[in-house]
């Protein structure tokens, strides 16, 4: 059974699940703004890897993730492009899936929306201001983190500490009493979007929409709780102290993943390049690719990534393609026991993704060193490459059919005349087809959806 870290006590124990054989799990998911950056893709993969594994490893995951579609990045993006708020979250979030497939990400179990859930968002501020947790400010309802005992336990730091190295936002947030409270209900002002409550119209914060949403899907107590590492303070610490304040069981557990820095070991956000950009990155390098850069690193470990690194990930993906198309003559066998058990005992271990890749090498060599046992060798590959990596590589001879391949040949055309409309319009029907469509050096790349 894999054995993880666990934020909050900072054990790397095993699961218990709360239902035996089940694991309910949480997942923060994007505001759909349209910055999606290679952050965003280090934490879908990591999770969707650890998804996988752990439904290979014979558990049944519910994997609930939310779209966050009101916000105040989605306002401000409304009001510069000239459309509503609605619309500005339709196209982003069209763009998210749109990335999470070319990445070979899973859909969540569920994905609920931030907007569907205000009633009971509503619900949840007015029961924290019945119980003395929240009160009005002039601009929104706040939470009192001086009412709630424990607060600081995911931070690991106490109240002092963590008002010491706190910055009051003066200008946002007018109505708080204390730097650490936080806004559960915003206030409208005129033009903004809005929804009836007993303050007045307003809209929810962003820390209520995981407490109410990972509730409602997965039942107190469900048994992790995952998101990157920045979300862990204050957003992560915001939603316990809300479940915690209203009497309810949260999360059993935690893990977090680490940043994406670059060379110099700084945070990268978007304003580094164009090799932060997740859409630009992906224009450049197959999701596959960023697949294993991603898992080259341990998933606390912050991830540097430079043009280096992405040509490391890139020959290491093309070593192991080259070993499936080698291995395509060889007979039918079952996995090697000894190569399986390696690669689980790594990922066992605090899901260590870096070792379990060095156990796939390693058998790739053997089988090139050893010709008898390369179908066993080559099967095990293959395993635990698709089952637990969501890492897919050419088993089989691919072929698309006319229709696909003329398809990708007038999209070609059109690109190479400058005509993105159209090549756009046949990226969309490619994928309605099933296929993930990518853009390789020597034009356009399409495979079946893994
Ligand atoms: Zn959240």
Same mark, same amino acid.
């Given at each position: 059974m894999l054995a993880l870290l666990d934020t909050a006590t900072g054990q790397i124990t095993p699961f218990e699940p709360r239902d035996p054989g089940q694991l309910s799990v949480y997942l923060c998911g994007p505001t759909v703004s349209g910055v999606f950056h290679?952050?965003?893709?280090?934490?879908?993969?990591? %999770?969707? !890897?650890?998804?996988?594994? $752990? !439904? %290979?490893?014979?558990?049944e995951v519910r994997f609930v993730s939310n779209i966050t579609d &009101?916000?105040?990045?989605? &306002?401000?993006?409304?009001? #510069?492009?000239?459309r509503s708020t609605d619309e500005v979250a339709a196209r982003y979030e069209a763009q998210w899936w749109e990335l999470m497939d070319a990445l070979d990400v899973l859909r969540p179990t569920v994905d609920p929306h931030a907007t569907?859930?205000?009633?009971?968002?509503?619900?949840?501020?007015?029961? =924290?201001v019945a119980r003395g947790h929240a009160y009005e400010g002039a601009d929104g309802v706040y939470f009192s983190t001086e009412s709630l005992p424990g607060y600081g336990l995911l931070a690991h730091q106490d109240l002092d500490e963590l008002r010491a190295g706190a910055r009051v936002e003066v200008d946002q947030e007018a109505g708080k009493r204390s730097p650490l409270d936080f806004v559960l209900w915003k206030k409208s002002r005129p033009g903004e979007p809005a929804w009836p409550s007993p303050w007045g119209p307003g809209?929810?914060? %962003?820390?209520?929409?995981c407490v109410v949403m990972s509730l409602d899907l997965l039942g107190e107590g469900f048994d992790l709780h995952l998101g990157g590492l920045d979300l862990m303070f204050p957003h992560h610490e915001n939603e316990r102290a809300q479940a915690v304040a209203v009497g309810k069981a949260f999360a059993q557990r935690w893990a977090h993943n680490g940043m994406v820095v670059d060379e110099r070991g700084e945070k990268m956000s978007?304003?580094?390049?164009? &090799?932060?950009? $997740? @859409?630009?990155?992906?224009?450049?390098?197959?999701?596959? /690719? =960023?697949? /294993?850069l991603v898992l080259q690193a341990h998933y606390r470990s912050p991830m540097r990534v430079t043009p280096e690194a992405l040509d490391h990930a890139q020959g290491a993906l093309s070593r192991m393609d080259n070993f499936a198309r080698e291995a395509r003559? $060889?007979?039918v066998a079952s996995p090697d026991p000894g190569t399986l058990a390696r690669f689980k005992w790594r990922m066992d271990d605090d899901f260590d993704t870096p070792g379990a890749l060095a156990v796939i090498f390693g058998a790739v060599r053997d089988a090139r060193a050893d010709p008898a046992?390369?179908?066993?060798?080559?099967?095990? /590959?293959? #395993?635990?490459?698709? #089952?637990?990596?969501?890492?897919? $590589? @050419? %088993?089989?001879?691919e072929s698309v059919g006319k229709e696909v391949a003329d398809l990708i040949a007038k999209r070609d055309a059109a690109r190479a005349r400058g005509d993105w409309a159209e090549a756009d319009s046949i990226r969309s029907a490619l994928q309605a087809m099933g296929y993930v469509v990518e853009d390789g050096p020597e034009g356009t790349v399409a495979r079946r959806q893994g």
């Open positions: 290679l952050g965003h893709g280090r934490y879908a993969i990591v %999770w969707d !890897t650890l998804r996988r594994y $752990l !439904t %290979w490893s014979g558990l &009101i916000e105040d990045k989605i &306002i401000a993006r409304a009001a #510069e492009e000239g569907a859930y205000v009633d009971d968002m509503v619900q949840l501020v007015s029961d =924290l809209r929810p914060g %962003w820390h209520t929409e978007k304003s580094v390049g164009n &090799i932060s950009s $997740l @859409p630009e990155l992906l224009e450049h390098y197959e999701g596959r /690719v =960023l697949r /294993v003559g $060889l007979p046992r390369a179908p066993a060798l080559a099967a095990a /590959v293959r #395993e635990c490459c698709e #089952e637990a990596l969501g890492l897919f $590589l @050419p %088993w089989e001879e």
